[in-house]
């Protein structure tokens, strides 16, 4: 009887959304399970892999910065999300007040790291 009944209610989770289906099939699945198709949330790089901006970090502050005139790179080229932005630059400018890092120019031990974005090619278009 209890068996009938769970058949009777069975729920199909898609996304976040519940559908409830009555059939008596007995073949019919009788488990939740997540949607396959759901896509893949978007996060910034910093959002992804769960790093908070610090201005004692100097490594990684100086990959958004310009290794020619020391300009943090703007939100359309290092892809962040406004909230992620807005705080690397005020720790930027944080570490920049405290001397540990340059104002005109990128530190030269940060020249050879791995780049984050490609500065040449904006993720976002912008009206300039
Ligand atoms: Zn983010």
């Known amino acids: 009887m209890s068996l009938i009944l769970r058949r009777l209610t069975a729920r199909f989770q898609t996304g976040n959304l ?8 007995k073949d019919a699945p ?10 893949e949330k978007l996060q910034c790089v910093l959002c992804k ?19 020619y005139t020391g ?11 406004t909230k992620q932005q807005e705080l690397v630059e005020k720790e930027i ?11 005109y ?12 974005f490609n500065a040449d090619k904006p993720i976002r278009p912008h009206r300039f």
């Open 93 to 103: 400018v944080k570490a920049q007040s405290a001397g540990l890092m340059g104002t």
């Open 18 to 25: 519940i559908v409830r289906t009555c059939s008596t099939d």
């Open 71 to 81: 300009r943090i790179y703007g939100k359309h080229i290092t892809g962040l999300c």
């Open 105 to 116: 120019v990128k530190d030269p031990h940060f020249f050879e790291d791995p780049e984050l």
């Open 30 to 39: 009788e488990f939740d399970m997540e949607n396959p198709f759901e896509k």
């Open 49 to 67: 892999h769960k790093i908070e901006a610090d201005y004692k970090n100097v490594k990684l502050l100086s990959q958004f910065q310009s290794p």
